[in-house]
């Protein structure tokens, strides 16, 4: 079942940066986003989390793995040529706030959804 999980894993980790990588970059997503994977399984079930087809490490951890490594191994040409658009060599900061902005107004909506509940 790890096998597959750790295939898996890589897929959705080499994902984001598909279109815009080189087959060498998207070996080594692939190979870092299975080995977090199997790291953040195991904390999970470590912390007794139930999450029966792990979707959480496999899609959160890997998924956010996978998009940030796309400002670290982008190519400016294929990026301009996928997108359009010309980055400019700001790419890992744009990835970086890609990630960070949905993450904060999900906690807010959390956090405000828990609290009218709770009332």
Known sequence: MQLCNGVLSGL???TPGCGVIDPWAGLIVATLGAA???FLDHLMLKALLDDVVAAVP?????GVLGTLFVGLFA???YVTAFYGVHPG???IHLQKQ???EP????VQ???FVLGTLRA
């Open 98 to 100: 890609c990630q960070v």
């Open 75 to 77: 190519r400016e040409e």
């Open 109 to 111: 909506c959390y956090i």
């Open 89 to 91: 060599g700001k790419q």
């Open 58 to 62: 496999m899609h959160l951890g890997c």
């Open 36 to 38: 977090l994977f199997l």
């Open 103 to 106: 993450i904060l107004w999900y």
């Open 12 to 14: 959705v980790s080499v």
